[in-house]
């Protein structure tokens, strides 16, 4: 199960500027950066929360892993997506010692750092 269209962040410059300006919080597997692209001053943002998954070959040089991984990480994901706030860009970096992760693994980091970086809903 993928990620509908309007949730995914494809182009570089947007991956580049989430790098440059947004705001980072670290867990023991993944790195979560995120940039606000909404207005702070409209009540509903215009655009959707977008999020896209960098993994590199020092996870797994097999891209079967990295695949399955970001398999992984899209269906967390998916289950988190409800909750979440829009008008957010969001970049998943996959660290090194993922690869011996499970979903559940992954469901719990990603909803702990975004708590942390005041993305889902209610915190």
Not at 33 to 47: H, S, V, W
Request: aromatic residues 8%; proline residues 4%; hydrophobic residues 40%.
């Amino acid at each position: 199960m993928g990620l509908r269209k309007i949730h995914r962040l494809k182009h570089w410059r947007d991956f580049r500027s989430v790098y440059k300006q947004g705001i980072s919080c670290y867990s023991p597997n993944l790195v979560l950066r995120a940039l606000f692209t909404g207005k702070k001053d409209q009540q509903f943002p215009i655009n959707p929360s977008r999020i896209g998954i960098s993994i590199s070959t020092k996870v797994s040089k097999k891209a079967v892993k990295r695949n399955r991984i970001k398999r992984q990480i899209r269906g967390a994901i998916a289950k988190i997506l409800p909750t979440m706030a829009e008008g957010w860009d969001i970049v998943i970096i996959v660290k090194p010692s993922a690869k011996e992760c499970k979903y559940e693994h992954f469901l719990r980091e990603l909803e702990q750092l975004l708590i942390e970086a005041k993305i889902v809903n209610g915190h």
